[in-house]
């Protein structure tokens, strides 16, 4: 089997002829080169010093490193589909807890004029007057801190349930607002952009390397 010489450390490696215009590997020193571009090793390496150098010697192909420039059109892209839905979200979430608190206040007077006219006919007005109360919270945390993250590009897990959150924005506050299907476009826009694979592995990018970089 021929042998070459690393341009580096000046060891004889052997590379069989299938793998001479191949990029390949030093095992000592880690230099990558072509071993048709470099002359001949002058003597055969002894094998008896390196038992194991068969494991290091084969070939590998180069794998694609890094490229900055798709990088950053991948993390522009990203931001740019992601910033629509996630603005709307959190704008949805901070209507629909008002909407939520407000009728809260509203079944509870509609509670108390019940009682006072001795219709007995309040318990319903009183518990969807708790039940709004409940949900304001709880509704707007998860779809202000969940759009946040969206255009952030920094937790696909909020991002995708404030999405959820907003397809079902309709049950909450149909009683609410004559308008509560809006958040239902918010919630399916959401949804389609975190499926989009640009988005996902950004998120999958900014998670490994923190947030700092990318948070708006």
Known sequence: MPTVSCPSC????EVDDAYRDWTVRCPHCATEFVPAEVAPAPFER???????????????RRRRGPDPERD???RQEATRLAHG?????????WVGGLLLAGGALYWFFAAALQANNRNGDETGAVLFGVFSALCVLP??????VGGRKMRALSSYGWAM?????????????CSMCFCAFVPVGFGIWGMVV????????????????GTRDWDD
């Not at 839905?85 to 979430?93: A, H």
């Not at 349930?161 to 506050?173: I, K, P, Y």
């Open 85 to 93: 839905p996630g603005t709307w979200l959190e704008v949805s979430g």
């Open 194 to 209: 975190l499926n989009n694979p640009v988005v996902s592995r950004a998120i999958d990018k900014n998670r490994n390397r």
């Open 139 to 144: 509704y707007t945390i998860v779809m202000v």
């Open 72 to 74: 950053e059109w991948e």
């Open 46 to 60: 002894d094998r008896r010093d390196d038992r194991y150098a068969d494991d290091y010697d084969r070939p590998r």
């Open 161 to 173: 349930t404030a999405s959820v959150v907003g397809l079902t924005s309709f049950l909450l506050l």
């Open 10 to 13: 000046a060891r004889a490696l």
